[in-house]
């Protein structure tokens, strides 16, 4: 064992890591583009852009700089009573380049608090707006929309929170049918704050993929039943669909945004609610108990928001949801093939996520059918992939090259051909 991978275990606990069984840690000691170089001298292709996050690749020099820049200026001050150039430079950004409609932002840390900012500020606007009554709050089966309380009451329990659920606010929560949540909004008329959802790719359910058709049936049913439509798109945001927005694909504006991962190009934490302006209205008044009672002690971080403000720029100048949806097309075209493999249920793909689903018996993140494939994915070293369950996807950043892309094609397809073998034995 490496020496850092033995000083880790004395001193460290990792997320989703079952520290028992899963012994394993590679150590990392520089990036570089799509590249990670590990300390026995070897290297790896970040093909999940390391949690979805780095959007442009690793260590792009316009994002290094401006954090440099940044930290020599103004390192960090409170944004209660305070102001500062990047962020409100990165609010009027993010404004041009969300969907219409969106009028304020609210910034935090990272997609877990993006979305507990969105379902207070929805739960209160209703509130001060006298409609006591809104308290509950719609959501999707297979949704996850992070691991803090409010975040983890509308996701899917199963399996992350079950332990949890006693502690956790009710919730409505649906299969993806236009039907299921018409007849839930009438049940429920006048009692729903809003509707929550990952638009177009439900990531941590295994990049499930819905039709935009559905968010529009979505939006029209919420606008009926004056219902809040807040998207979660902390995975599906800048570019990963093919649109800046995944909402843009279906030509809706949601009534709330959530955003972080790639917000800073993925290497710095900082994300942002944004808001209508009726929603920020809402919570005007001459009474102080009335405002937006939330904040965190680096809620608009100068360098995260000057970091954010270059990702920006290098998104629109360089059409990352274009190169994004090339790199996809390129790996889906590569991998449908293995849609004629009997054990391949489904080859899909949404801009630049590419996913292959195996058929299982069980299905789900802890699917015993899963085993196989981790096991495989840690075989082949060339490529960082990590599946969800059954089903393995990529979902580089935008700088990997036609090249890189075909390496990471053929490392799934081998992971799939070896995942059969061990099942086999
Ligand atoms: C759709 C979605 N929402 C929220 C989150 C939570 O983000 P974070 O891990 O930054 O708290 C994630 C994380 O994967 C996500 O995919």
Known sequence: ???????????????????????I??????AQQATLNLADGSQCLDAISSWWAVLHGHARPELVEALSTQAQTLDHVLFAGFTHEPAVQLAETLLQLAPSGLNKVFYSDNGSTAVEVGLKAAYQYWLRRGEKQRQLFLCFDGGYHGDTFGAMAVGDPDPFFLDFQSL?????????????????MERHENQIAGVLIEPLVQGAAGMCMHPPEFLQQLRALCNQHRILFLADEVMTG?????????????QIQPDILCVAKGLTGGILPLAATLVREEIYQAFLSEERNQAFFHGHTFTANPIGCAVALASMKLLQKEQTAKRLERIGQQLFSSLRKLEDCPQVKEVRQCGGIVA????????????????ALRQACRQQKEVLLRPL??????MPPSCTTKEEANRIAAAMHQVVQDSLLLQQD
């Open 389 to 394: 369950g059954n089903v393995l996807y990529a």
């Open 1 to 23: 064992m490496h020496a850092l991978s033995h000083r880790d275990q004395q001193v460290c606990w990792h997320p989703y890591t079952q520290h028992q069984t899963d012994r």
């Open 168 to 184: 956790m606010f009710p919730t409505l929560r649906l299969p993806m049918r236009v039907d299921a949540v018409a007849s839930v």
């Open 25 to 30: 840690l590679l150590p990392v000691v520089s």
């Open 356 to 371: 292959v689903e195996m058929k299982a018996a069980d299905a789900g993140y802890l699917a015993q059918s899963g085993a």
């Open 238 to 250: 800048f570019g990963r669909t093919g649109h800046t927005f995944a909402c843009q694909a279906a």
